[in-house]
């Protein structure tokens, strides 16, 4: 039969991974709340996904939980467990589940120790799809801070919303968008015996935010925003953003990458910069 990819969610991710996809000669259809919205592959509204759930040889969620509860898996748990071609399932998680680890690494053997209802939440995720993949191959991907073409810290430069927060030893993970659907791609790829497997989609230096900014502002020809202490920033964050400067971890992806027989194409944000901002017009350049 051919490799059919039924992906749920038309996000910046799922989008990304269904181009790379149908680039590469698979069959992809996308399950989308919003089925009217532009895709890069044929779109299937999400209350009529059980059929093309039954013709899919892998399926990869890429939806948050909704509450307590994977919105996929509470709506078609007995589709997929009963699905007479499906091989594969791989879920889009968070290297969050790791909670605070006082600037420690951490790798795929790692087990998780949420410290916030929203990491205990994606655990919880992530053993649901385990359990309905029993018989199959299940790779639960943990990513770290999402950023690509239209979504990094050039994007918030130009929107002048980009703030130089210094914590120092405080380094964040990030994972370009295109290193995400190349890491999904070269999965989908193997076969293996049946069982789970975890993934850290987390490029190669942890970094400090101000350093990010920084380096994107030097690519744009433009002085940095003036630096700021974690102290005078925090009372104006929201909650979620005290929450993730709370945590403090270095998350390794050598395993991940020596199994998907990988190398990132961006193993660090100097790389995954330059090539979104060699992608983009001259016009768009700060300085201009």
């Known amino acids: 039969m051919a490799h059919a990819l039924l992906i749920f969610g038309n996000g910046y991710s799922g989008a990304a991974t269904a181009r790379l996809a149908r680039a590469a000669g698979w ?15 044929p779109t299937v509204a999400f209350a009529n996904a059980a059929e093309s759930i039954a013709w899919a040889t892998h399926l990869l969620a890429t939806a948050a939980p909704d509450g307590d509860a ?12 009963s699905a007479p071609n499906l091989r594969w399932l791989g879920y889009l998680s968070t290297t969050g589940v790791y909670g605070d ?3 420690a690494w951490v790798d795929e053997t790692t087990p998780p120790a949420p410290n916030s209802p929203r990491g205990a939440r ?5 053993q649901a799809w385990i359990a309905a993949g029993a018989g199959r191959m299940v790779d639960i991907f943990r990513l770290a801070g999402i950023y690509g073409p239209g979504r990094s ?24 968008r295109d290193d995400i659907a190349h890491a999904i791609l070269a999965a989908i790829g193997q076969t293996r015996p049946p ?11 942890p ?21 700021i202490s974690y102290a005078d920033a925090a009372p104006a964050m929201s909650e979620m953003a005290r929450s993730f400067w709370a945590e403090n971890r270095k998350v390794s992806s050598a395993a991940t990458k020596a199994a998907l027989g990988i190398a990132w194409r961006y193993p660090t944000y100097r790389e995954g910069l330059a090539a979104i901002l060699g992608a983009e017009q001259p016009l768009d350049r700060l300085d201009q």
């Open 70 to 81: 994977d919105p996929v898996l509470h709506a078609f748990s007995d589709q997929i467990r």
């Open 153 to 176: 810290a050039l994007d918030d430069l130009r929107a002048g919303r980009a703030r130089r927060i210094s914590k120092p030893g405080h380094a964040f993970g990030r994972i370009h």
């Open 207 to 227: 970094a400090e935010t101000a350093d990010v900014i920084a380096e994107a502002a030097r690519l744009l020809g433009v002085s940095p925003p003036p630096l």
């Open 101 to 103: 680890r006082a600037g």
């Open 195 to 205: 069982g789970p497997r975890i993934l850290n989609l987390n490029d190669d230096l």
């Open 27 to 41: 069959q992809v259809r996308i399950v989308s709340r919003d089925p009217a919205r532009p895709a890069p592959a």
């Open 122 to 126: 994606r655990v919880a995720a992530e």
